[in-house]
Each structure stands twice: as C-alpha cells, then as structure tokens.
C-alpha cells in the first residue's frame, strides 16, 4: 500500500470525497471512475491495483460501493477519523441536495396542481410494482408463490402490519420447506 510521506489532511480528505459527492449523481458504481481519478491520479493516494482491492472490499461489504470506498480510503490514511470525514465528505453534497428537494417538495406538494398529478402518479406506481411483483413470483417455485399469494391476500384484506406480514411470510415460507424437505427424504428413505 502506498502511504503519502506526510499524513494527509482531514481537510483535504474531506474536499476530495465532498466533492466526488457534489459533482457525480447516479449513484455508487457512476462514481467508482471519479473516485479513481481522485484517490489514484490527481492526489495519488494509492495505485490503480491498491484501488481496485479497495473497490472489491467495498463490493463485499454491506452498504453503498461509494460510501464504503470512502471510508476504506479515509481509514487507510488517517485511521478511524479519516473513515469518517471521507464518509462526511461524499454524503455531504447528496444530503444538503435531498434536505432541499424535500423542503422544496413540503412546499409545492400543496399546489392543487401537483396533488392532482401525484393522485394520478399513484396509480401508475401501484400498477409498476404489481407488474414487478407478478413477474417475480412467476419465477419462482409453486409452494413461493402460494406463500406470496396468501401473504398478499392477508395483507389486502386485514390490513394488518406490512412487518407483521414479513415476519409472518417468512415463518410460513420456513415452515411450508422444511414440511416439503421432510416429505422428500421420506420419499428417498423408502
């Protein structure tokens, strides 16, 4: 791993990945090329090899690609604290970004316009994910999309807790393949 002679500045960690953050929108894997200009070209922070180890770190652990290649970035030159500015930095643009679309939005959402145009999105938006859904459990096995379809015929007409329904899908999901598991070894045991 290459290490700078000088310890790099929270500061100019926190400039470097606040600005990837500020100037790339689409997500992790659209930022993955800047953050290599970055880290790699302009700050030579690391090699091109040292960088591509941390992306396949970042790939494997849970979170955001981006986010979490910052923080191995951070953590390699200034430890725990350097994690955590680089982290600020490339979530600090996105954030003041969404704190303003939502206070914007909390503003014009009483227009009689726009709840109109939403009351008509909200249709197109239930009927996409049925689509999603119905399409997804096409795929799967018989006794998934009886647990679906039961699970979904609960929740339309109790209208009981989605996470109640989740925990519930799950435990009968569990349940109904561990019967089907058993009746199959009792087939195979004869």
Do not use: D
């Not at 591509?52 to 981006?66: H, R, T, W």
């Not at 996409?128 to 007409?157: H, N, P, Q």
Request: hydrophobic fraction near 55%; proline fraction near 5%; charge should be positive.
């Amino acid at each position: 791993m290459t290490i700078p002679e000088q310890p790099v500045p929270l500061s100019r960690i926190y400039r470097s990945f606040a600005w990837v953050g500020a100037v790339l929108f689409g997500g992790g894997y659209a930022m993955l090329p800047l953050l290599e200009r970055e880290v790699v070209e302009r700050r030579r922070w690391c090699t091109l090899a040292e960088m591509s180890e941390l992306y396949a770190l970042a790939q494997v652990i849970p979170g955001i690609i981006a986010v979490n290649t910052a923080l191995l970035v951070g953590h390699r030159y200034r430890g725990a604290t350097g994690a955590a500015v680089a982290a600020l930095g490339i979530i600090s643009a996105p954030v003041l970004v969404i704190l303003a679309v939502a206070s914007a939005f909390a503003w014009v959402s009483e227009w009689p316009l726009l709840a109109r145009l939403f009351a008509g999105l909200r249709p197109a938006v239930a009927g996409l994910l049925l689509a999603t859904a119905l399409r997804m459990i096409g795929r799967g096995e018989r006794w998934e999309r009886g647990v679906a379809a039961g699970a979904s015929l609960l929740l339309l007409t109790r209208a009981s807790s989605p996470l109640g329904m989740i925990l519930g899908t799950i435990a009968a999901g569990l349940l109904w393949h561990a019967w089907t598991v058993a009746q199959a070894r009792k087939g195979t045991a004869r």
